[in-house]
């Protein structure tokens, strides 16, 4: 597709429960980044992937959290045993290789909202 | 040192004015400094994008002006309108790496 694209656009669990997000990045991007937009906030960063490799995954509020991209595309952010404090929008972003001149541009997906009830 | 702080929190303008939001950063290793427009239920749309070594870039209505030593940043709308009407961030990045967002502008440009 021509954009960054996330599926499901909303998802309500219910406290305790498993989910799964899924993150298509605008094909031919190495960088792929997950971000929470709390009601209100600016997005707060969470993990961050090169390739396959999780870069940098210091935004990860607690190991509830985890996230994969075992091919270098599609990634998948996985929340075990949901609270209600996890209601947020979920952002996906990609970006080109480090070696395009335009590595510094982040495109954002139009997100994830998850209401956990 | 990682935040940054933008201002005001709301903002309303006429049609046609030229609202300013306004972006500080604490972090000289800060390099990349892109603001982004978000509509409601959609996510953040790159708007315009500037580097420490120019002090000011314009790309249609939108213009960033960057003040390194004050390390400070604003966006200009020029000429608004209404459909301007949404959410402004400003962020800030060191290489191709993560951003730091600011907490948002709301704006609102009456008819």
């Known amino acids: 597709g021509a954009g960054v694209s996330q599926t499901p656009s909303n998802k309500v669990t219910e406290k305790g429960k498993y989910v799964e997000l899924r993150c298509d990045p605008i094909?031919?991007?190495?960088?792929l980044y997950w971000y929470r937009q709390s009601l209100g906030q600016g997005p707060e960063f969470l993990i961050y992937?090169?390739?396959?490799?999780?870069?940098?995954d210091s935004g990860l509020p607690n190991d509830r959290f985890f996230a994969v991209r075992p091919e270098g595309s599609v990634s998948t952010l996985k929340i075990q045993r949901t609270e209600r404090g996890d209601s947020a929008v979920y952002l996906c972003?990609?970006?080109?290789?480090?070696?395009?001149?335009?590595?510094?541009?982040?495109?954002f997906g139009p997100g994830t909202r998850l209401t956990v009830l | 040192q990682q935040q940054v702080k933008q201002s005001p929190q709301s903002l309303i303008v006429q049609k046609g004015g030229i609202p300013i939001i306004n972006c500080a950063y604490e972090n000289t290793a800060f390099d990349y400094f892109p603001w982004y427009q978000q509509f409601p239920g959609k996510g953040p749309a790159l708007l315009i994008a500037i580097r420490p070594d120019v002090s000011e870039k314009k790309e249609g209505r939108f213009t960033i002006s960057f003040n390194k030593s004050a390390k400070q940043f604003s966006l200009h709308i020029m000429d608004s309108q209404p459909g301007d009407s949404a959410t402004y961030f400003c962020?800030?990045?060191?290489?191709?790496?993560?951003?730091?967002f600011g907490t948002g502008t709301r704006l609102k440009v009456l008819a």
């Open positions: 094909s031919g991007h190495t960088a």
């Open positions: 992937f090169q390739g396959t490799g999780a870069a940098d």
């Open positions: 962020a800030a990045s060191s290489g191709t790496y993560k951003y730091i």
């Open positions: 972003a990609s970006s080109p290789s480090p070696l395009s001149p335009i590595a510094d541009t982040q495109y």
